[in-house]
């Protein structure tokens, strides 16, 4: 007899566990990305949200991680049906970032470097929901998933946390993006179970 692989069984935190309709637990973590991890340089890297009167934030990498930044534990569930528990992430929230942001706009545009996007409702990303993230597991976080920072928006499927984040873009109309406008849910609620559009 070997030694018990962790995982084979499932540790036992995961008896008993609810998982949203659909999905299976996994231990691993599963790289997905629509095309090539883009090279961002943190001398030039940088985050903005632009407003829907056009009044442009911007944060540098230093201004970034000088921001006061939260340590979320969450669940992770993919669209393609794993779910991975209990991860760690360390990032600024969104609330600490739309602190000045003055706005009206209902919906943003989240954007990446390497041209991916994705939209939600802005109401998506506040109170305590959404951060820009730069540490997963207590390490910088890859870059092939999403590193130097991506956006961690946990409640919606992960196709909405946005790698290699760069900018959100407030709007007063709702503009699909990426997956969204391959016939991806627009909203995409794991509990929910809305994969497709017309889930
Ligand atoms: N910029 C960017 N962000 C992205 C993607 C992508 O292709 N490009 N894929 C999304 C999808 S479909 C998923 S499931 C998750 C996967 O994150 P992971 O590779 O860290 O598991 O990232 C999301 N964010
Ligand atoms: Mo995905």
Redesign the pocket.
């Known amino acids: 007899m070997g030694i018990i692989s962790r995982g084979f069984r499932g540790r036992p935190r995961d008896e008993g566990v609810k998982l949203p309709p659909g999905q299976y637990l996994t231990h691993d973590?599963?790289?997905?990305?629509?095309?090539p991890t883009p090279r961002v340089r943190l001398d030039t890297w940088e985050f903005t949200i632009d407003t829907e009167t056009g009044q442009t934030h911007r944060w540098t990498w230093r201004q970034l991680l000088d921001l006061p930044s939260e340590t979320p534990t969450v669940d992770?569930h993919?669209?393609?049906k794993w779910s991975k528990l209990g991860t760690s992430w360390k990032g600024v929230s969104l609330d600490v970032l739309m602190e000045d942001v003055e706005t009206t706009a209902e919906y943003a545009l989240v954007y990446?470097?390497?041209g991916?996007t994705?939209n939600l409702p802005l109401q998506d990303l506040l109170d305590g929901q959404a951060w820009i993230t730069y540490e997963y597991d207590g390490e910088e976080l890859a870059p092939?998933?999403?590193g130097p920072a991506?956006l961690l928006v946990p409640h919606l499927?992960?196709?909405?946390?946005?790698?290699?984040?760069r900018g959100i873009r407030l709007l007063n109309e709702d503009w699909p993006g990426?997956?969204e406008t391959a016939g991806y849910h627009n909203y995409g609620d794991p509990w929910r179970e809305q994969r497709y559009q017309g889930d």
């Open positions: 973590f599963p790289v997905l990305s629509a095309g992770l993919c669209v393609t990446s470097y390497g991916y994705t092939a998933h999403g991506r499927y992960l196709w909405k946390s946005a790698k290699w984040v990426f997956w």
